[in-house]
């Protein structure tokens, strides 16, 4: 528990200019939409922060056509050394205007602004910097040369401009023209992206943003005219949306939900172990895909690990996302939130034992303090099922053997963490995991280099690194 008496520290919000309302972005500019619209409110207070279009089918096909004339008569067929002068620029307006989209980001999601600050805006802009320099040399990338023409993109709320970042850079680079739509609870960082193309002197109708929620996103990627489909988000919406390409030529990728085991052996330094389980769950109030949801501790030290978690647990601050002391934000939704607490509830109900960090939660808004189970067992549903929130399950193992194979009891394989001080021990335990990612005594660690994705439930495709190009050449 503090002992000091604690002095807020909030970054000021004067940097951002939230307009009242936002059309839709088609063809370089800003323009109504023809359906209806929606509010985006901030989750830590819940204020109204602006009005936004909902793009309806007239909307998604403009958007569309817009793309598409953009890629055969512009983009498609200009030089990859021109294309990645606007790739570099956009990259440095990104780091330009970096406090707007870090305030803005916190303010429409709920994350934490040292989050946004020192994580989302910095490696979004990474992801522009380094795809551009593949612009000039897709002919070295193994993958093809050609763009595919057309990309239709639909992101979740957790990373609003990262997870944008990671679908626009790399289908720029390769010549392709893109419409996105950001999800509905987050569309305001996209939208401010879409003033930084303006201002990049991007040719109109390279990027188009389009606004709305699962009605639009359905369109978009069942738009005849889509050559190439890319979407984060849960697995059941990625279903669905295989299914619905099944049977035309579109190229598909999907990123989707995981369900990680964070694995600490008895002999790993023990105080960065708990550093790294926090890190794995608490990062981003646990909305994280590749969050390390399920920590497998060797019952030797089980006791003592779980000990110096609570104690540090104890030490998160939670509460206004714009305070750059703050650790935990807000959970990103009212509906987000009824999840949470309803696998909690099932938690409990199933027989685990919950235990919830003392922490004062603000009156408005929607919080959900920092929680840990243990007791749990691989049949429990808090063990088996995505809670996307600030929630850890907690199981022990006795061998190496038996950690892999509760480590791979899952319908997920995104990402997994090992914490031993044995390079041998990381290496066998690594090959034996069935994860696209494997951390080794660290955790949650992104780089524009290196490809990220899932096996399994987890979907398919690769995004990040040279084996990103893949999705989008032939
Ligand atoms: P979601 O699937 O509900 O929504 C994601 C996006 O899809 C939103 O923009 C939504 O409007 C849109 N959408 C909804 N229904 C659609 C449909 N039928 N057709 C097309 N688009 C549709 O997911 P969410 O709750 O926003 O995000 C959380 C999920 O995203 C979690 O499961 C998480 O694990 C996953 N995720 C995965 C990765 C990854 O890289 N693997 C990264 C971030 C998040």
Not at 123 to 135: L, N, T
Not at 201 to 230: E, F, M
Not at 333 to 340: G, H, M, N, T, V
Not at 373 to 393: C, D, K, M, Y
Request: glycine content about 10%; some cysteine; charged content about 25%.
């Amino acid at each position: 528990m503090n002992t000091f008496e604690y002095a807020p520290a909030p970054e000021s919000r004067a940097i951002v200019d939230i307009k009242p309302s936002y059309g839709l972005f088609v063809g370089g500019e800003f323009v109504d939409g023809h359906g209806r619209s929606f509010k985006t409110i901030s989750p830590s207070t819940e204020e109204v922060l602006s009005e936004v279009a909902e793009a309806d089918e007239t909307d998604v096909d403009l958007a569309v056509k817009a793309a598409r004339r953009a890629h055969s008569r512009v983009w498609g067929r200009m030089p990859g050394k021109e294309r990645a002068k606007y790739l570099f620029r956009i990259a440095r307006i990104i780091q330009e205007r970096g406090r707007e989209l870090a305030v803005l980001e916190s303010i429409d999601n709920g994350k934490p602004i040292k989050e946004t600050r020192d994580v989302d805006v910095p490696i979004a802009a990474a992801h522009f910097f380094y795809y551009a320099g593949w612009a000039d040399k897709l002919k070295y990338s193994g993958h093809g040369t050609e763009s595919l023409g057309v990309a239709g993109q639909v992101i979740p709320w957790n990373f609003p401009l990262l997870m944008l970042s990671w679908k626009i850079a790399p289908a720029l680079a390769c010549g392709n023209t893109v419409v996105l739509k950001p999800a509905e609870t987050t569309p305001l960082t996209a939208l401010l992206f879409a003033e930084i193309c303006q201002q990049a002197d991007l040719p109109p109708g390279v990027v188009n943003i389009i606004t709305g929620a699962g009605d639009t996103g359905r369109t978009l990627v069942s738009h005849p005219d889509v050559d190439k489909v890319a979407f984060t988000g849960s697995t059941e919406v990625g279903r669905a949306i295989a299914k619905s390409v099944a049977g035309s030529d579109k190229r598909v990728t999907l990123e989707l939900g995981g369900k990680a085991a964070n694995i600490v052996f008895d002999d790993a330094p023990l105080d960065q172990a708990v550093e790294g389980i926090v890190n794995g769950i608490f990062f981003n109030q646990g909305h994280v895909c590749c969050a390390g949801s399920r920590l497998l501790v060797q019952e030797s030290v089980a006791d003592e690990v779980l000990g110096r978690l609570k104690r540090r647990m104890g030490t998160l601050r939670v509460g206004d996302p714009l305070d750059k002391n703050t650790d935990v934000g807000a959970i990103n939704s009212a509906e987000q939130l009824a999840k949470i607490r309803r696998l909690s509830q099932i938690g409990e109900q199933e027989g685990a034992e919950r235990w919830s960090a003392p922490c004062d939660l603000p009156d408005h808004g929607f919080w959900f303090p920092p929680t840990v189970f243990t007791g749990v067992t691989q049949a429990h549903r808090i063990a088996r099922e995505e809670i996307f929130g600030p929630v850890l399950s907690v199981l022990t193992f006795r061998t190496p053997g038996e950690a892999v194979e509760k480590a791979n009891n899952t319908p997920y394989g995104l990402s997994a963490g090992v914490w031993t001080e044995k390079g041998s021990r990381i290496l066998k335990v690594a090959n034996a995991l069935r994860a696209g990612v494997v951390w080794a005594n660290t955790f949650n660690k992104f780089d524009p280099t290196s490809p990220f994705g899932g096996y399994k439930e987890s979907g398919y495709g690769r995004e990040g690194g040279r084996h990103g190009l893949e999705a989008y050449l032939r």
